[in-house]
């Protein structure tokens, strides 16, 4: 059989399948790991890290290297943590200490093993990002872990929101320091933004640890870090809002499958020129008011309150899909953000304009070495080797999974399906199992919660409006007779145990059969149905799930429509049995997964140009920041007046003026040239309909605007120079019209600029056509 298994491996490397990592290698090392134990329980805590001091002399991963750093990391966690690593937490070390994504499922102590690998490579002189999806695991990792980073000579820090700029200088000079995707990536912005070398923030990191690798590698890298920053007062257009209000779905407007798109019918544009007092929306005078429409139009057709969105404080709250949970500042960009804000009667908020974008495949780029774990990987193996150049490696279960999965059960409408749920929950809940219900968003996660109240039956909900108190509802959603709640699992990062928190009545709850999870429907992603899945069984624990879904929902709605007819439903319930609807559910899935697949690579395709002009740019930004270019360039383009001011001011005052006027013009071209490069994109279907291709139009078009930059900045920093008041003091900014955002927030940048057949453009033009020939 081990000779069969052998052969199986082989071939799996031979072809490169996705998850094909040959593990040989590292169990290989186990027994030489375990033989290290008694030596090392002998020794105090400070020889300890006098040992593990030693590793920083290394040259090289070798094995000697893997096998003393995960011998140093068990005993280190034994000791801080009373936890002593299993040998598959070892070998999801060895995978991320040779630059591997390891997929390691829920419950099987991935934070351990990411934490001994960061330390194995701080040991070797690295500076490391070990980088979640969320702040709140970021820190509760970062502290958690401390004891350990402790005993093996290695500091570590986090970062978070609330930070102040030298509190997260602080955390970033730490030899480990944990951060959500999104808070690094735009520290990195934002030092990209600075005017003094000691302003910035971060220095250069040397490993990135990921962590739910797919959730941020794959689902984060449709949306682009986009800065933004605040330029004046917002106004929300209330008319062209209480005028959209009025519109019909069929009659005045209408929206494509996808729900990404939403234009007028003929019938809508009439009744909106009219109201707009007989204006000609697709005439020359009417484009201003026509952009308001079009903005007003998608918020009140494809964004949902309390699906998209949340209204709290006051304020229109972004949630995050991919996590189910609030997004903090970050907003739509500024036409949509202020029609969401009309349509919910909200004051609008400043009016900004694009600093700087990055995404997350340029944001990980930044870093030598790559490594990161989840609970599935395998399922997007093919995108981690086409966009980041990762291998999967399955590291296996220390023991066994006994959950057991039951077969979906499917109805014809989502009032069925709820019903079903409901009494489902009852019958469960009899039984004193707990049970976990995983939602699709925040208005579902609500109305479940109110037909149980309704039925009888207390819940605990998680969703957006309470996310800060995930760790405690999480913990406690093992206990005896709790029901649970929940919006997106993925990410959540707390483990489920039987018998809640403190486990007193695991037992008990294992014999009558564990956790059951609850799907009311099927996700966008196979990933996400398996990462809910995979919160019951546990170590071991047993448990099942199941998933309900209908032909009705949201998922088939919109990317399998075409449900064939007659296929048989059992009359009372709804209930359907037949494979077909099974077969319409997975194809609304596998289309789902295809649609995101190709926004991911539209998203990288189109900002490659980008952040090629981006990483140029820096590299002069850099020179200008850290040296005497910008002093040297208006010696050159104006020799008088810096003679005139060298006289006048001291030779680090002059310096400083001069750096202060380069850096705010060359900022200020960038972000005409990306605000620029964004009208260019939103036009650039109608390229498509000459037969061109739009990508390729786009960098014709991209390329040249770039290259101008320089020599805009010079002219720009020459009449700076000249006119500007400037004391020996410095230069007066304000009135020199050198200013700074006052503020800066994110915008939520989610679209397809390149779809393949121009669907989206040529909907719009064939209703525009229709208008005109009306």
Not at 383 to 396: K, S, T
Request: proline share 4%; net charge negative.
């Amino acid at each position: 059989m081990a000779f069969w298994n052998r052969v199986g491996k082989t071939f799996k490397r031979m072809l490169s399948r996705p998850g094909s990592v040959d593990l040989a290698r590292y169990e290989a090392l186990l027994p030489r790991i375990g033989e290290l134990e008694p030596e090392l329980r002998e020794l105090s805590d400070a020889r300890l890290t006098e040992r593990a001091a030693a590793v920083r002399d290394a040259d090289s991963v070798d094995d000697d290297l893997l096998v003393e750093i995960c011998a140093l990391g068990r005993e280190a966690a034994r000791r801080a943590l009373g936890e002593r690593a299993f040998d598959v937490q070892l070998l999801g070390t060895m995978g991320l200490l040779t630059g591997h994504v390891v997929q390691m499922a829920t419950g099987e102590g991935k934070t351990l093993s990411g934490a001994l690998a960061a330390a194995g490579y701080a040991l070797q002189g690295k500076r490391v990002h070990v980088i979640s999806v969320n702040d709140y695991l970021a820190r509760r990792d970062a502290e958690w872990m401390r004891p350990v980073y402790d005993l093996l000579g290695v500091s570590v820090g986090w970062v978070e929101p609330s930070l102040s700029t030298d509190e997260r200088r602080e955390s970033y000079h730490r030899e480990v320091c944990y951060g959500a995707v999104s808070e690094i990536g735009f520290d990195v912005l934002r030092d990209r933004l600075v005017t003094s070398v000691a302003d910035l923030v971060q220095p250069e990191p040397d490993v990135a640890v990921v962590d739910e690798a797919d959730s941020v590698l794959v689902d984060e890298a449709r949306v682009p870090l986009v800065m933004a920053g605040s330029v004046d007062a917002g106004v929300a257009d209330e008319e062209v809002a209480k005028i959209v209000r009025r519109l019909r779905v069929g009659l005045h407007y209408e929206t494509d499958p996808d729900g990404r798109n939403a234009w007028l019918t003929t019938a809508g544009a009439s009744v909106v020129e009219k109201a707009l007092g007989g204006i000609d929306l697709y005439g020359e005078s009417g484009a201003d008011r026509l952009a308001a429409v079009n903005a007003a139009l998608h918020a009140h057709a494809l964004l949902t309150r309390d699906v998209d969105y949340l209204v709290r404080d006051g304020k229109v709250q972004l949630i995050n899909a991919s996590r189910g949970r609030v997004a903090e500042l970050q907003r739509w960009p500024d036409g949509l953000q202020a029609a969401v804000e009309a349509k919910e009667q909200l004051p609008p908020s400043d009016h900004g304009e694009i600093l700087d974008s990055i995404t997350v495949q340029a944001l990980i780029a930044r870093y030598p070495q790559v490594a990161g774990m989840t609970g599935t990987a395998v399922a997007v193996a093919e995108q981690l080797r086409e966009f980041y150049r990762l291998e999967v490696a399955v590291i296996p279960p220390n023991t066994p999974t006994v959950r057991e999965d039951l077969p979906h059960r499917v109805f014809t409408t989502p009032t069925r399906k709820l019903r079903a749920i409901v009494e489902e929950i009852r019958e469960v809940h009899e039984t004193g199992r707990p049970i976990l219900v995983g939602t699709q968003d925040v208005a579902e996660s609500e109305e479940l919660a109110e037909k149980l109240r309704k039925a009888g039956l207390s819940c605990v909900v998680l969703n957006a409006r309470n996310d800060a108190e995930e760790a405690a509802v999480i913990a406690q959603a093992g206990a005896y007779g709790a029901i649970t709640v929940s919006t997106q699992m993925a990410g959540r990062g707390t483990d489920i145990r039987l018998g809640g928190a403190d486990g007193a009545d695991a037992e008990r709850v294992a014999e009558l059969g564990g956790l059951h999870v609850i799907g009311t429907a099927r996700y966008p992603s196979s990933r996400l149905d398996d990462q809910l899945r995979g919160r019951a069984g546990r170590q071991g624990d047993p448990g099942s799930s199941v998933f309900f879904a209908s032909l009705g929902d949201e998922l088939v709605l919109a990317h399998a429509p075409d449900v064939p007819e007659g296929i048989p439903a059992d009359d009372e319930t709804g209930e359907i049995t037949d494979v077909a609807a099974h077969r319409q559910l997975n194809h609304a899935q596998r289309v789902a997964e295809g649609v995101d697949l190709e926004i991911h690579r539209n998203t990288w395709r189109y900002t490659r140009l980008i952040e090629h002009q981006r990483a140029e740019l820096l590299r002069y930004r850099d020179e200008v920041l850290r040296g005497d270019t910008a002093s040297a360039l208006l010696k050159e383009e104006e020799p008088d007046r810096y003679g005139e001011l060298a006289e006048k001011l001291e030779p680090e005052t002059l310096e400083r003026v001069c750096r202060q006027i380069v850096l705010f013009h060359l900022d200020q071209l960038w972000t005409d040239h990306l605000a620029f490069l964004t009208e260019v994109r939103e036009t650039i279907h109608l390229r498509a309909l000459a037969k061109e291709a739009p990508l390729d139009e786009f960098h014709r078009t991209a390329v040249p605007a770039f290259r101008r930059i320089r020599d805009d900045l010079r002219t720009r920093s020459a009449k700076t120079l000249l006119e500007a008041e400037i004391t020996t003091g410095g230069l007066d900014l304000a009135k020199a019209g050198v200013r700074r955002p006052t503020s800066t927030w994110t915008y939520l940048v989610q679209d397809n600029p390149f779809d393949s057949d121009a669907e989206q453009a040529l909907k719009k033009v064939r209703s525009m056509l229709r208008k005109k020939r009306a």
